[in-house]
C-alpha cells in the first residue's frame, strides 16, 4: 500500500522501545490478567473516578447495560448509522435496540427524532461519538431526564473528544470506549474500558466481567469472562501518553483533506464547541465505486463506514423497520467513503490522496 487506512507498523516504529519493555516486564511478572495501573492512567486521563478494564468493547457496551438493570421487554435507543456493537450490546442484555436517524452534517444521533421513538418501554439511550465527533450531548441529557432514560456513551471512536470543554465518557451514567488496534488508542490485541463515576456500577460491571466474583471461588452471580490482559494494559499505557499528539496530527490531517477537497465533495463538518477526534474523515461523493476503485488501482486505501444501516442489516430486518424511517442513514449509505487517517500521515500521503480524489470526484 502506497497510503495506509490505518498504518500500525508506523506507529511501533515511533515507540518501539517503550512499548518492547513494556511488555517484557509484564512477561517477566507472569500479570498476565491484570490491567489496574491503566485503568487508573485512564481514568485520570479521562476525569473520571472509575475505570473497569475488559476484553472488548461489545463486552463493555454489555456489561454496562445489564449492570444497570437493562433487560427483556425494554427499549435503547440509539443510532441507525452505527457499527453493530452497539445495537449486539443492547440485544444481548434482552432489551430491543430501538433505531433513530441520524443528523445529515454530523452524522451523529438527530436529537430531534429521539422523543418520536420513546414509548412507555424505553430504558436508556445510548449516543455513539460517531467518526470521532462528540454527539449533541446537551440535547440528548435535556431528552434523558424528562423521560428519566440512563444514558450510556459509545465512546468507541472518541477517545479524548471534548464536548465543550469536557471528555467524552464523562456524559453518561457510564462509557465504554474501545482499544480495538485500529482505535485512536488500540491495543495490540482486544481490549476495552468502562469509565463511570458510580462506584457501586463500577463493582457490578468489575464482578460481572469475572465469573460474577471479586472474591476467589465467591460468586454473587453468573458473570461472564471479560477482563483485560496485561500486556494490553501495559501497552495501552504506553501509547496514552502519545494520545493527545497523535489526535492532533489527525486534526491537521483532516483540515488539509478538507481545503484540499472543499469544492470537490461533502467534507466533515466539526460543529462548535467540540474537539472532533477524527477516528474517520468521512467525505460524501456521487460515484463512490467509481472512486474506491481508482484509489484501489492507486493503492491508496479506503473503507465505507457503514455501507448497510443497522435497520436494513440482516441481524436487525425482523425489527420490522422501513426504509423511509432513516431518510438520511439511507442516503448517506451510498455515498460515504472514508479517506486514510492516522496520526502517522505526511502532508505527501495526504496531497497524494486529495489529487487523486480530484482525478475522479468532480
Ligand atoms: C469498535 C466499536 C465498538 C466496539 O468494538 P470492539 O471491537 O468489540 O472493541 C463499539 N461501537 C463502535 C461504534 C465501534 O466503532
Not at 495501573?37 to 486521563?45: G, I, K, L, P, T
Not at 428519566?148 to 471512536?157: F, G, S, T, Y
Not at 465467591?218 to 499505557?237: C, K, P, T, W, Y
Request: charged share 25%.
Amino acid at each position: 500500500m502506497k497510503v495506509n487506512f490505518v498504518d500500525l507498523k508506523a506507529q511501533y516504529k515511533t515507540i518501539k522501545p517503550e512499548v518492547d519493555q513494556a511488555i517484557a516486564a509484564v512477561v517477566e511478572s507472569c500479570a498476565f490478567v491484570n490491567s489496574r495501573s491503566f485503568e487508573a492512567d485512564f481514568s485520570a486521563y479521562i476525569g473520571a473516578e472509575h475505570c473497569v478494564g475488559c476484553g472488548n468493547g461489545t463486552d463493555a457496551l454489555f456489561m454496562a447495560m445489564q449492570s444497570l438493570g437493562l433487560g427483556k421487554g425494554d427499549e435503547v435507543i440509539t443510532a441507525a448509522n452505527t457499527f453493530i456493537a452497539t445495537a449486539e450490546g443492547i440485544g444481548w442484555t434482552g432489551a430491543t435496540p430501538v433505531f433513530v436517524d441520524c443528523d445529515p452534517v454530523t452524522y451523529n444521533i438527530d436529537p430531534t427524532k429521539i422523543e418520536a421513538a420513546i414509548t412507555d418501554r424505553t430504558k436508556a439511550i445510548v449516543p455513539v461519538h460517531l467518526y470521532g465527533q462528540p454527539a449533541d450531548m446537551d440535547a440528548i441529557l435535556e431528552i434523558a431526564k424528562k423521560h428519566d432514560l440512563v444514558v450510556i456513551e459509545d465512546a468507541a471512536q472518541a477517545h479524548g473528544a471534548t464536548y465543550k470543554g469536557t471528555k467524552t465518557g464523562n456524559f453518561g451514567k457510564a462509557a465504554c470506549f474501545s482499544f480495538y488496534p485500529g482505535k485512536n488508542l488500540g491495543a495490540y490485541g482486544d481490549a476495552d474500558a468502562i469509565i463511570t463515576d458510580d462506584q457501586e456500577l463500577a463493582t457490578r460491571m468489575r464482578k460481572l466481567s469475572d465469573h460474577g466474583s471479586n472474591v476467589k471461588y465467591q460468586h454473587d452471580f453468573e458473570g461472564i469472562n471479560s477482563r483485560m490482559d496485561g500486556i494490553q494494559g501495559a501497552v495501552l499505557s504506553v501509547k496514552l501518553k502519545h494520545l493527545d499528539k497523535w489526535s492532533d496530527r489527525r486534526i491537521e490531517v483532516a483540515a488539509r483533506y478538507s481545503e484540499g477537497l472543499k469544492d470537490v465533495c461533502v467534507t466533515p463538518v466539526t460543529v462548535d464547541g467540540v474537539r472532533h477526534v477524527f477516528h474517520l474523515y468521512v467525505i460524501q461523493v456521487n460515484n463512490r465505486d467509481e472512486l474506491m476503485k481508482h484509489l484501489q488501482e492507486q493503492d491508496i486505501a479506503s473503507g465505507i463506514h457503514y455501507p448497510v444501516p443497522l435497520p436494513a442489516t440482516p441481524a436487525y430486518t425482523g425489527l420490522g423497520y422501513k426504509s423511509d424511517q432513516f431518510p438520511v442513514a439511507y442516503g448517506i449509505a451510498d455515498k460515504i467513503v472514508s479517506l486514510p487517517m492516522h496520526g502517522d500521515l505526511t502532508d505527501e500521503d495526504v496531497d497524494l490522496v486529495i489529487a487523486e480524489v480530484k482525478k475522479v470526484v468532480k
